[in-house]
């Protein structure tokens, strides 16, 4: 197979080493994979702020080319308004024809099997390789570091969010659940919600709700701002904008919890007096600064909420593990599972306690459409995936049945999950103060229990009757040590 990763060339959201963290530390490992099994040829398509990656590439086996911000300033403006045009299928055909013509002067001649495109759109792409599956690659169900959950990828014939297969076919795709796949949910959800998570969650529901009088709480993860994965699926500018808008018309028996992805600082509403406002200005409004404390607190927390809104977070698809309903704020691959599209009838649709089950459409997400990180980059499975994906579109095309075959039986899958799984929640977010104070106080408190440890360890040694008889054969095989002790108890009489 020959194989063209394209990853977004545009510095995004002026942080020129953003991509560089998924070349080393995800995509890398894929194309080692490929490069370890041979008859394989790999090509990474990249921005000039990755260009620092070619060494490591170079070593793998790996041809690349660069494509500098001086030229991606000649088709577009910025990446914000360059993003969205591939995303949402607007750019001009003198567009599409640039930058159709600058890729093609940068693959000197490469023609590939498949073109893996990490999370962005790639039309002019499609076009110019109509005889190529395209793959959309970005984190599904489980985002990277969600843990307890391991990290779990799609690979998706279509697009992504309100483009991609999950959005169009998901339902359909996932049909009745099997006998097998309620076993399987059963024991994920024994495995996750209640061994780990229910029990290590740094809440309680009473803490969120605070003394406020509200009936219901509802989880708001906080995505983005100035990124095509919000201001492409949604009504929305800014995470501020969803913030008030939600509290707006949630009604005051909703308590709106809203956490922020603590990697994002310059989105972060708790600033320049926001929360003061806030508070003063919604009562339901439900923040607590500690949420900045833990990695991914969103899932701490889902064991006291009610329901989760969103625009595209997978936040909203772990709300399926825990059969509590998801509200689509936006366009995007939640729809197609939404309960509702309106906060405004929430309230309403809780008092009915009408939940629809969505169990069918979750199995379908762990053992067909999301692939595990364990099979995506640490081992040779990789490359049955792809093959298998690549024979299927040759056949077919893209039809409800692209995702037929699993790529594992349901229980090894299962298996592979119960590995992964880490119980090592919550983990502090170091990056903040507060964060490193809890790590901080986490490794004094095992050092304690290490002193403690070995100090009852010695009482033990010091009583027992082997050590008293160590010493009476240390003294008598030594006759000057047993000289001295000697002196020193008859100078003590």
Same mark, same amino acid.
């Given at each position: 197979?020959?194989?063209?990763?394209?990853?977004?060339?545009?510095?995004?959201?002026?942080?020129?080493?953003?991509?560089?963290?998924?070349?080393?530390?995800?995509?890398?490992?894929?194309?080692?994979?490929?490069?370890?099994a041979g008859g394989h040829s790999v090509f990474f398509l990249m921005g000039d702020a990755q260009d620092e990656c070619e060494p490591e590439l170079q070593?793998?086996?790996?041809?690349?080319?660069?494509?500098?911000?001086?030229?991606?300033?000649?088709?577009?403006?910025?990446?914000?308004?360059?993003?969205?045009?591939?995303?949402?299928?607007?750019?001009?055909?003198?567009?599409?024809?640039?930058?159709?013509?600058?890729?093609?002067?940068?693959?000197?001649?490469?023609?590939?099997?498949?073109?893996?495109?990490?999370?962005?759109?790639?039309?002019?792409?499609?076009?110019?390789?109509?005889?190529?599956?395209?793959?959309?690659?970005?984190?599904?169900?489980?985002?990277?570091?969600?843990?307890?959950?391991?990290?779990?990828?799609?690979?998706?014939?279509?697009?992504?969010?309100?483009?991609?297969?999950?959005?169009?076919?998901?339902?359909?795709?996932?049909?009745?659940?099997?006998?097998?796949?309620?076993?399987?949910?059963?024991?994920?959800?024994?495995?996750?919600?209640?061994r780990i998570l229910r029990k290590k969650t740094p809440y309680t529901r009473a803490q969120l709700i605070g003394g406020r009088k509200v009936d219901y *709480?509802? *989880?708001?993860?906080?995505?983005?701002?100035?990124?095509?994965?919000?201001?492409?699926?949604?009504?929305?500018?800014?995470?501020?904008?969803?913030?008030?808008?939600?509290?707006?018309?949630?009604?005051?028996?909703?308590?709106?919890v809203v956490t922020e992805h603590v990697h994002w600082h310059e989105d972060s509403i708790a600033r320049h007096n926001a929360l003061t406002y806030l508070?003063?200005?919604?009562?339901?409004?439900?923040?607590?600064?500690?949420?900045?404390?833990?990695?991914?607190?969103?899932?701490?927390?889902?064991?006291?909420?009610?329901?989760?809104?969103?625009?595209?977070?997978?936040?909203?698809?772990?709300?399926?593990?825990?059969?509590?309903?998801?509200?689509?704020?936006?366009?995007?691959?939640?729809?197609?599972?939404?309960?509702?599209?309106?906060?405004?009838?929430?309230?309403?649709?809780?008092?009915?306690?009408?939940?629809?089950?969505?169990?069918?459409?979750?199995?379908? *997400?762990?053992?067909?459409?999301?692939?595990?990180?364990?099979?995506?980059?640490?081992?040779?499975?990789?490359?049955?995936?792809?093959?298998?994906?690549?024979?299927?579109?040759?056949?077919?095309?893209?039809?409800?049945?692209?995702?037929?075959?699993?790529?594992?039986?349901?229980?090894?899958?299962?298996?592979?999950?119960?590995?992964?799984?880490?119980?090592?929640?919550?983990?502090?977010?170091?990056?903040?103060?507060?964060?490193?104070?809890?790590?901080?106080?986490?490794?004094?408190?095992?050092?304690?229990?290490?002193?403690?440890?070995?100090?009852?360890?010695?009482?033990?040694?010091?009583?027992?009757?082997?050590?008293?008889?160590?010493?009476?054969?240390?003294?008598?095989?030594?006759?000057?040590?047993?000289?001295?002790?000697?002196?020193?108890?008859?100078?003590? *009489?």
């Amino acid at each position: 197979m020959k194989i063209l990763f394209y990853v977004e060339p545009w510095i995004e959201k002026n942080h020129p080493s953003w991509k560089t963290g998924w070349i080393t530390g995800v995509l890398l490992d894929m194309a080692h994979q490929l490069n370890h099994a041979g008859g394989h040829s790999v090509f990474f398509l990249m921005g000039d702020a990755q260009d620092e990656c070619e060494p490591e590439l170079q070593k793998a086996g790996c041809t690349s080319a660069i494509i500098s911000q001086t030229e991606l300033r000649q088709i577009h403006n910025d990446y914000l308004q360059a993003s969205l045009e591939w995303h949402q299928g607007t750019y001009k055909p003198e567009t599409m024809a640039a930058m159709q013509s600058l890729v093609r002067k940068k693959l000197n001649g490469f023609e590939p099997d498949i073109i893996m495109s990490f999370i962005m759109a790639v039309p002019f792409l499609r076009d110019m390789f109509p005889g190529a599956l395209t793959l959309v690659q970005e984190t599904a169900i489980f985002a990277y570091g969600a843990k307890p959950y391991p990290t779990t990828w799609y690979f998706d014939p279509m697009g992504s969010f309100q483009n991609s297969f999950f959005r169009k076919y998901g339902v359909e795709a996932a049909g009745e659940l099997p006998e097998e796949g309620r076993k399987f949910l059963a024991l994920f959800r024994k495995k996750f919600l209640d061994r780990i998570l229910r029990k290590k969650t740094p809440y309680t529901r009473a803490q969120l709700i605070g003394g406020r009088k509200v009936d219901y *709480l509802l *989880l708001l993860p906080l995505q983005q701002g100035q990124y095509f994965l919000l201001n492409g699926c949604s009504r929305y500018a800014a995470p501020w904008d969803i913030v008030c808008d939600v509290l707006d018309r949630a009604g005051p028996r909703i308590g709106v919890v809203v956490t922020e992805h603590v990697h994002w600082h310059e989105d972060s509403i708790a600033r320049h007096n926001a929360l003061t406002y806030l508070r003063r200005r919604y009562p339901n409004f439900i923040y607590l600064e500690d949420f900045a404390c833990w990695e991914n607190v969103s899932h701490l927390l889902l064991p006291h909420i009610d329901a989760v809104a969103s625009v595209s977070s997978t936040v909203a698809l772990n709300a399926l593990l825990w059969q509590k309903p998801v509200v689509a704020l936006g366009d995007s691959q939640l729809n197609g599972v939404a309960d509702l599209a309106d906060i405004e009838q929430l309230a309403g649709y809780l008092d009915a306690k009408r939940y629809r089950h969505k169990d069918n459409v979750l199995y379908f *997400l762990l053992t067909r459409y999301a692939f595990m990180d364990e099979y995506v980059r640490k081992s040779q499975r990789l490359i049955g995936i792809l093959q298998t994906l690549l024979d299927t579109w040759r056949k077919a095309g893209v039809t409800k049945d692209f995702y037929a075959q699993t790529y594992d039986t349901p229980w090894r899958l299962l298996k592979a999950y119960f590995r992964a799984a880490d119980a090592n929640v919550p983990k502090p977010y170091v990056d903040s103060v507060q964060g490193r104070i809890l790590e901080l106080e986490k490794h004094i408190d095992a050092q304690h229990h290490q002193i403690l440890g070995l100090e009852e360890r010695i009482r033990y040694i010091y009583a027992s009757d082997i050590w008293k008889a160590g010493k009476v054969m240390f003294y008598l095989t030594r006759p000057r040590e047993l000289l001295g002790f000697l002196m020193r108890r008859l100078k003590r *009489l």
